[in-house]
């Protein structure tokens, strides 16, 4: 007990020999060291803190914010000011041969709006950001006015600003450059390695906000482009399927194509023409103002070399038309383009040809209201459509004949029939075959002459229609001559058509005894190649015969 005792009474003694021998001011050094470090691992733990709930709100940010950047970089260059007071934060992005500022913030009002001022820069070495862009590398400039000669551009037009050091991270997606990251400073002097650790983490923050944007859209896109193209299989299927369902009926197919070219197209307006001879005629027309529908119905269309129409005749082209008023056409009052504009409201507006083996057989017109061009793939959608038209014009042409066909086998059948039956009635088989005649022609009247002597007598006749002139016609007898068309089809011994007798300058009858006798045909009956008679057919409408 006593040895312990001893022990600790000399421990205490040698220390307070120590104090008592220790250099003065000593202890007063060694306290403020240790408040110092005390105040640097402060000063990084705040720092650090500071750090983390930047991090934090950005990448909230770019939770909530996923189809904009905008918020997010603008974010990140705030942070950045936090780390680095009295400094610019710069983000740029390329844009085409250029580099932008996409993001900046800066403590100096006045400096940062020099500085902004020499944005966009361009994409070449002799700059300090594009450098770090195009070489994928860290350009750090402690201080500006010991410059690497390389960067001599850069420099001078950086230090009128008042900034001094400047350090540009590349922003890197893999081994891509997406853009840079910049931190201006006013002092000299290079980064720490906390400051550039921090630096490359609000780099990698941006990357990922830009990607995440860029995948969103991407994935929207093809979404989009997906829903698109089932809306337009759709549109194709449902006018296909009227063209199964209505074989040989043009009207409902047409009524559909246009019904569906204009809903994808968002357009109210729609026409589908015919093209023959030279000249349009519309065949279907969908949201057209009753003015515009009076218009294209009043006469065949013919349109001037510049139109839409016109250009379509020309090239065989699709055309569009962006503003319908805004072309010279317009400004010379071409009369569809004033019709089309005036009359229709149209200013946007799509021609798409309709080609049956190169050949322009008609059109489809799609018409906006307002301008707004039309998208590539709604222009592939009306080609289709156009396409589809023609599939349906040309099976109702070959159905058509395939029934003309069946219905003339049929009739040819039921007048050999008469024929048999009736060998000494030959009032019987003319009466016959002149019903057949009216009613596979679609001819208001037909008539039978048969030669007598020098001229030809109405022999027997059919109408469809109610008309006076029978007794007029059966007291006529018609020699050859050119003042009727009995009288030319037995002067020319060959079919005669004529498609209007008021327009026919040799047409002799009187054709206010006539009234309602508008197209005429005239076919020869030959007998060795003498004519003994005429069928006549007659049309009460200027509608000429296939």
């Known amino acids: 007990m006593k040895r312990r005792k001893i022990g600790r009474k000399t421990a205490k003694a ?19 060291a240790k408040d110092t470090d005390a105040a640097q ?67 100096d009002p006045n400096r940062a709006k020099m500085w902004a001022h020499q944005w966009p820069i361009p994409l070449t070495r002799e700059y300090m950001h594009s450098l770090a862009f195009l070489d994928r590398k860290t ?38 450059v997406i853009g840079t990251l910049s931190v201006v400073r006013l002092a000299p002097g290079p980064l720490s390695d906390r400051q550039v650790a921090a630096l490359k983490t609000y780099a990698t923050q941006a990357v990922i906000a830009i990607e995440n944007t860029r995948l969103l859209n991407e994935l929207r896109q093809r979404t989009d482009d997906l829903s698109e193209s089932l809306e337009q299989q759709t549109a194709t299927s449902a006018v296909l399927k009227v063209i199964s369902s209505a074989p040989g009926e043009l009207q409902p197919v047409f009524d559909a194509i246009l019904k569906n070219a204009t809903r994808i197209c968002g357009a109210k307006i729609g026409i589908l023409f015919r093209y023959e001879g030279g000249a349009y005629s519309a065949l279907a027309m969908l949201g057209v103002t009753p003015a515009y529908a009076e218009y294209l ?56 040809p309709m080609l049956k083996d190169g050949i322009l057989v008609g059109a489809i017109g ?49 007048v050999l029939k008469v024929i048999s039956r ?38 027997a006749s059919y109408q469809t229609i109610e008309s006076g002139q029978k007794d007029y016609l059966a007291s006529l007898p018609l020699g050859p001559s050119r003042g009727s068309c009995v009288g030319r089809t037995l002067l020319e011994a060959r079919t005669v058509h004529i498609h209007d007798i008021r327009d026919d300058p040799e047409y002799e009858l009187e054709t206010s005894r006539l009234e309602g006798y508008r197209t005429m045909l005239g076919v020869p009956l030959l007998r060795e190649g003498t004519p003994i008679g005429v069928i006549a057919l007659v049309r009460s409408v200027r509608q000429p015969f296939t």
């Open 139 to 176: 350009v750090d400039i402690p201080d500006a006015r010991e410059a690497p000669p390389e960067l001599a551009v850069g420099a001078k037009n950086f230090l009128p600003t008042g900034y001094r050091a400047l350090t540009i991270m590349p922003m890197m997606r893999g081994r891509t």
């Open 366 to 414: 799609i018409y906006r209201q307002e301008v707004r061009p039309f998208t590539h793939k709604q222009v592939e959608l009306v080609t289709n459509f156009a396409a589809q038209a023609v599939i349906a014009i040309e099976n109702t042409r070959v159905l058509n004949e395939l029934r003309e066909s069946l219905q003339q086998q049929g009739a040819t059948s039921d």
């Open 422 to 459: 009736s060998t000494f009635d030959l009032q019987t088989v003319l009466d016959a075959l002149t019903e057949s005649a009216a009613r596979l022609c679609a001819a208001d009247i037909a008539n039978i002459w048969l030669l007598d002597g020098s001229a030809c007598r109405l022999a």
């Open 41 to 107: 691992i402060q000063r990084e733990r705040d720092e650090a803190l500071q750090q983390q709930a930047a991090t934090a709100e950005i990448l909230k940010l770019i939770s909530s914010s996923p189809a904009d950047t905008q918020p997010v970089l603008d974010a990140i260059v705030r942070s950045g000011l936090k780390l680095f007071p009295d400094a610019a934060i710069f983000i740029a992005l390329p844009d085409g041969d250029k580099l932008r500022a996409a993001a900046f913030v800066a403590t």
């Open 297 to 352: 119905n009043s006469s065949p269309i013919r349109p001037g070399p510049a139109t839409g129409l016109g250009r379509v005749a020309d090239t065989k082209q699709t055309i569009q038309i962006v503003d319908t008023q805004a072309e010279h056409v317009y400004a010379e009052r071409e009369p569809l383009r004033v019709a089309t504009a005036e009359l229709g409201g149209a200013r946007s507006l799509l021609n798409v």
């Open 14 to 32: 040698r220390v307070k020999v120590a104090r008592r021998n220790a250099p003065k001011g000593a202890g007063v050094r060694a306290a403020a």
